[in-house]
């Protein structure tokens, strides 16, 4: 069954949390300033929450594991980027859908 509120729903929430890293993105290459908390908040609820995101991370954690307290603001981007790349394919999939 396709119930087009809950495909709505997801579009918008992958488009809110692309916007969300994008502007975090944004002002650490602008600023070189990070808001390291949230930014760790946001990979870290995406990493419990989408399934995709949870995969590849699971895969990269097992090679390579640093805590986030001594990962470099540079490397916290790069998941951003990296978890921005997913959900851009995720929502490229959703609108192809519709």
């Known amino acids: 069954m396709n119930d087009p509120i809950k495909k709505a729903y997801d579009i918008a929430s992958i488009r809110k949390d692309i ?3 994008q502007q975090m993105i944004n002002e650490f290459q602008m600023t070189r300033r ?3 908390d949230k930014a760790i908040s946001k990979i870290q609820e995406l ?24 990962v470099s603001d540079e490397n916290i981007v ?21």
């Open 34 to 36: 990070l808001d390291r």
């Open 78 to 98: 790069a998941e951003l980027k990296m978890q921005m790349d997913i959900l851009s394919a995720e929502l490229a999939k959703e609108l192809s859908e519709q």
């Open 47 to 70: 990493r419990i929450t989408n399934e995709n995101i949870a995969a590849v991370t699971a895969v990269k954690l097992a090679q390579y594991s640093v805590p986030f307290s001594q």
């Open 19 to 21: 916007q969300e890293r």
